[in-house]
Nanobody, 119 residues
Framework: QVQLVESGGGLVQPGGSLRLSCAASGSFLSIRTMGWYRQAPGKQREVVATITSDGNTNYADSVKGRFTISRDNAKNTVYLQMNSLKPEDTAVYYC?????????????WGQGTQVTVSS
């Protein structure tokens, strides 16, 4: 089994910052891509940012220049530094990892952490 545990969500005022963390644990051989997704009420889940095992990153246009994804491979942990937060960033944020177990690569999801941007 593979577990992804997120932390760091909360309530913040517009213009503020938050840092999300997601740690992977369990029985696996390797993690390729890790990423953050979000889902706002009434909307589909969307990708926010992804990072490969060698550090290549991709961002949604809506967060470029404000969010930074990083990764500590030794700790199997991915981070999302969110600055200049806007009310439209309000959503449940989910961590995702592409994990190798035995002979297959599979996607795993965390339980989600709420981020609310409001004055």
């Amino acid at each position: 089994q593979v577990q992804l545990v997120e932390s760091g969500g909360g309530l913040v005022q517009p213009g503020g910052s938050l840092r999300l963390s997601c740690a992977a644990s369990g029985s696996f051989l390797s993690i390729r891509t890790m990423g953050w997704y979000r889902q706002a009420p009434g909307k589909q889940r969307e990708v926010v940012a992804t990072i490969t095992s060698d550090g290549n990153t991709n961002y949604a246009d809506s967060v470029k220049g404000r969010f930074t994804i990083s990764r500590d491979n030794a700790k199997n942990t991915v981070y999302l530094q969110m600055n200049s937060l806007k009310p439209e960033d309000t959503a449940v944020y989910y961590c995702n990892a592409l994990v190798l177990r035995d002979y297959d690569w599979d996607h795993y999801w965390g339980q989600g952490t709420q981020v609310t941007v409001s004055s």
